[in-house]
């Protein structure tokens, strides 16, 4: 389900989307918004949208280390790096909140996998690969090198779920795509032109 059409950050994010200020935790932030037009919460609501909304051109972009689009967004568009770290809690509230209202459990799925294989990479990529050592016993200790290698040997099992998660995620997007009557949606309907 797409909860945003169109991207346009320099707008009132609330102006654009006020549904989403009747419930939960993005309620609990709009309402808690003293500024004028309420444009805090709205440059709030925007990273939100710019990071974790499936249709932003941000989306792709991993969430830790080089390139991590929460420093980005929150250096480039927000002007405080520091202020997710700093607000971690009440962000993430409203990430997840914001992910429910988007996904289907079959895309719940698929970025669950999706996150994990991120993890999995990064941790293959930090792992020194190494036999470790023989203590007086004759055992090796801290053999890396079995563990790195069964979990790549394993890589084809996961990608295989992973594209089972993608493929009905798929066909969920088609029939998103699809109109009452068996049609499919124009262009302009997907808002593509």
């Not at 990071?51 to 980005?72: H, V």
């Not at 970025?111 to 023989?134: H, N, P, Q």
């Not at 295989?160 to 009557?181: F, H, M, S």
Request: proline share 2%; aromatic share 10%.
């Amino acid at each position: 389900m797409k909860i945003i059409e169109t991207f346009n950050p320099e707008a009132n994010f609330w102006d654009e989307h006020s549904q989403l200020s009747a419930v939960g935790p993005i309620k609990d932030l709009y309402n808690s918004d003293k500024s004028r037009n309420k444009a805090l919460s709205s440059k709030l609501m925007w990273c939100v949208a710019l990071i974790w909304d499936s249709n932003s051109k941000f989306y792709n972009l991993p969430e830790e280390g080089e390139d991590s689009k929460i420093d980005l967004i929150f250096e480039d568009y927000y002007g405080d790096k520091k202020y997710y770290a700093q607000n971690k809690t009440k962000i993430d509230s409203i990430r997840e909140f914001y992910l429910k209202l988007q996904e289907t459990p079959a895309k719940r799925a698929l970025r669950e996998i999706e996150e994990k294989l991120s993890e999995r990479a990064r941790f293959l990529k930090d792992t020194k690969y190494d036999l470790g050592v023989c203590n007086e016993r004759g055992q090796w200790v801290g053999n890396t090198a079995i563990i790195v290698d069964k979990m790549m040997a394993d890589t084809k099992k996961i990608y295989d779920l992973y594209e089972q998660a993608l493929k009905i995620a798929k066909e969920e997007n088609a029939k998103e795509d699809r109109v009452k009557g068996g049609g499919n949606l124009s262009l302009t309907d997907k808002g593509e032109i």
